[in-house]
């Protein structure tokens, strides 16, 4: 089993940056990925990056690429996702997972985190 926790989120202004964490326990796999999604009602799922624990190799929609960077501390098993230059459409609850492989496919993940929220004022 594989626990992921993420937290940073909250309101920030139009323009303004939040960093998230995602800390992973638990047996996590070496050579898995973690992915960053967000939700908002009535809507599905969207990618917005992710990264794999070995290497570092990322991949961004690019709806985010220039505004969202991703990366990692293995040894403290987190995540992180920068995150610039921020819109009131990027006003989503956030969500970490871990899956075998770096994919966009929410269903591709095995494991979520519960989420944070985050708000961005016009």
């Known amino acids: 089993q594989v626990q992921l926790v993420e937290s940073g989120g909250g309101l920030v202004q139009a323009g303004g940056s939040l960093r998230l964490s995602c800390t992973a326990s638990?047996?996590?796999?070496?050579?898995?990925?973690m992915g960053w999604f967000r939700q908002v009602p009535g809507k599905e799922r969207e990618f917005v990056g992710g990264?794999?624990?070995?290497?570092?190799?990322?991949n961004y929609p690019a709806s985010v690429r220039d505004r969202f960077t991703i990366s990692k501390d293995n040894a403290k098993k987190t995540v992180y996702l920068q995150m610039n230059a921020l819109k009131p459409e990027d006003t989503a609850v956030y969500y970490c997972?871990?899956?075998?492989?770096?994919?966009?496919?929410?269903?591709?993940?095995?494991?979520w985190g519960q989420g944070t929220q985050v708000t961005v004022s016009s």
């Open positions: 638990g047996e996590i796999l070496r050579d898995s990925a």
């Open positions: 990264i794999r624990w070995i290497g570092a190799r990322t």
């Open positions: 997972a871990n899956g075998p492989y770096l994919r966009i496919a929410p269903g591709e993940y095995d494991y």
